[in-house]
């Protein structure tokens, strides 16, 4: 082609609605539907996000073996993520400093971190506690796999990895109020918390939090990149109100349910539909006016022809 042919395409110059971005999100009821586990209605807002350069981080009281699936399912395999309500970070390999973490194994291929407290010290302290003052209570690893199927609704692969715990127990509480506020004080003198999800109730280590394990992300994101990022926070439940508080802008996405979530965030957005729908609402609500970042060279390239 002669050099006079030749188009060139000027580089755009820095804008400041393309700073980095960052989405912290939720799963049950969130990202996915609360019954089905569909993520469909959210699958274009995936997709462009994906396109934006823009990592989607699941953030969840799901466990670290039943993020392997889904991670590849929803096209998540190349960010981290945060798991057990925070007892659990997973870095991929774009994500670790080479001198602070060490080569991830297993199955997924990860760098592992533990904010929290170890799974067999949580199950210990559970078991004195409810000997000494008779809580009545069902922690997860006494359930069978089909009750937890009975409860989640999920298939038998799913519910054997569901109790593959490492840093936090799932349990349904069966005593009252008052049993309760003394169960919880209980665990805060073993350093211990108790925080709500939509099925159970989770008890993990003071220090694990999705908002204390979402700040960290946060941290390492701004060290990897040279700059902090514009956050967005997507959840339906109590043990989401941390992560929501962290986070830029917030949506608090109804829930199919009647528990009380009231985050602080001066930004916060409220859907009208639930689930993965509400999902792509409280997306499109806070980032849904931000195409300029999705256009592609061929459409830069026609413009300036």
């Not at 080479?98 to 067999?120: C, E, M, S, T």
């Not at 999800?197 to 994101?221: C, N, P, Q, Y």
Request: proline share 7%.
């Amino acid at each position: 082609m002669p050099e006079s042919a030749r188009i060139s395409v000027p580089t755009p110059a820095a804008d400041p609605a393309l700073q980095p971005r960052l989405v912290v999100t939720d799963l049950d009821g969130s990202l996915l539907d609360h019954h089905s586990y569909d993520f469909s209605p959210a699958a274009p807002w995936l997709a462009r996000l994906k396109q934006m350069g823009v990592p989607v981080i699941p953030v969840t009281s799901k466990t670290r073996a039943e993020l392997i699936p889904l991670r590849e399912a929803l096209g998540l395999t190349a960010t981290p993520f945060i798991a057990e309500n925070g007892a659990v970070i997973g870095l991929p390999p774009g994500w670790c400093h080479a001198r602070l973490d060490r080569p991830g194994g297993g199955q997924d291929g990860v760098v592992i971190k533990h904010p929290g407290v170890d799974i067999g010290f949580i199950r210990a302290r559970l078991k004195v506690w409810r000997e000494r003052l008779g809580f009545q209570f069902s922690r997860m690893g006494e359930l069978s796999v089909p009750e937890v199927m009975e409860i989640t609704g999920l298939d038998e692969a799913r519910a054997r990895n569901a109790r593959q715990r490492e840093g936090s127990e799932p349990l349904i509480w069966h005593d009252s109020e008052t049993a309760l506020e003394a169960f919880r004080a209980a665990l805060e003198g073993d350093g211990l918390q108790l925080t709500q999800g939509g099925r159970f109730w989770h008890v993990m280590g003071r220090s694990a939090d999705k908002g204390t394990a979402v700040e960290w992300l946060i941290k390492r994101f701004t060290a990897l990149r040279g700059r902090a990022p514009l956050t967005l926070g997507l959840g339906d439940g109590p043990n989401d109100i941390t992560m929501l508080d962290t986070v830029d802008q917030a949506v608090v996405i109804r829930g199919e349910h009647d528990l009380t979530v009231e985050p602080n965030n001066t930004s916060l957005y409220r859907t009208t539909s639930t689930g993965p729908t509400g999902w792509a609402e409280g997306v499109a609500h806070w980032w849904g006016r931000d195409d300029r970042r999705l256009e592609t060279a061929e459409e830069r390239s026609a413009a300036v022809l």
